[in-house]
């Protein structure tokens, strides 16, 4: 890129633009309408996107490492397969959304908005996602290891074989999530809300995962194989 004037692209309207495989590398398309662009394996690293509207967008595939994509509008679009790695996510809205396979490792996700959305297999590897709404999201087999989950909405949330080894998911709220064979071990679970033993005993481990009393204790009594060392 030798001028980056150029690719100053703040406020554009690009609705339904075709930009398939487009090199916009460290593009500033801040507050720019992307609405049902084709944006298929383009490459936005490093690329400015604060409030774009990048709703119902195609984006499968494309390069948004490191990207800013703060507070940006992504309701319902296709972001399979799509690097988002150490992308700045903070306060986004990507309800129902589709992030199969997604790389989101280390990407900051606080208080974003991802309900209904489709994270499965997806990789959340060290990713922030505090506060962040998961309420009926699909997070079946994804990574979630070591994420950052303080007081996230996990609402009806799908976490079938999630592995979830090391995270912090302290204050988050389970009520009605699936967890059957996610992996808690030495995940953080302490002061959950809305809980139960039943959720517990269906998860793959437990192993020197931090609980409250009332769900350990019980637990330890009836299903102790939880928390052996895991083959």
């Not at 593009?27 to 490093?46: P, S, W």
């Not at 909405?153 to 996610?182: P, S, V």
């Amino acid at each position: 890129m030798s001028d980056r004037k150029e690719y100053d692209l703040k406020r554009a309207n690009l609705e339904k633009a075709i930009l398939i495989e487009a090199n916009l590398k460290e593009a500033n398309l801040e507050k720019a309408n992307l609405k049902e662009a084709d944006l298929k394996r383009a490459n936005l690293e490093k690329a400015i996107l604060i409030e774009a509207n990048l709703k119902l967008a195609k984006i499968k595939r494309a390069n948004f490492k490191w990207a800013n994509l703060r507070k940006a509008n992504i309701e319902g679009a296709n972001l399979e397969e799509v690097d988002l790695r150490g992308a700045n996510l903070v306060g986004t809205n990507l309800t129902g959304a589709n992030l199969a396979k997604a790389n989101l490792e280390g990407a900051n996700l606080i208080k974003a908005n991802l309900a209904e959305a489709n994270l499965a297999w997806a990789n959340l590897k060290g990713a922030n996602l505090k506060e962040a709404n998961l309420e009926g999201a699909d997070l079946d087999w994804a990574i979630l290891i070591e994420a950052n989950l303080v007081e996230s909405q996990l609402k009806g949330t799908d976490l079938i074989g999630t592995n979830l080894e090391r995270a912090n998911l302290c204050r988050a709220n389970f009520i009605k999530a699936n967890l059957g064979e996610a992996n808690f071990r030495e995940a953080n679970l302490k002061k959950a809300n809305q809980l139960s033993i039943d959720q517990l005993s269906k998860v793959k481990t437990l192993y020197n995962a931090k609980l409250d009393e009332d769900l350990l204790i019980p637990l330890k009594e009836k299903w102790p194989a939880l928390f052996e060392v895991p083959d």
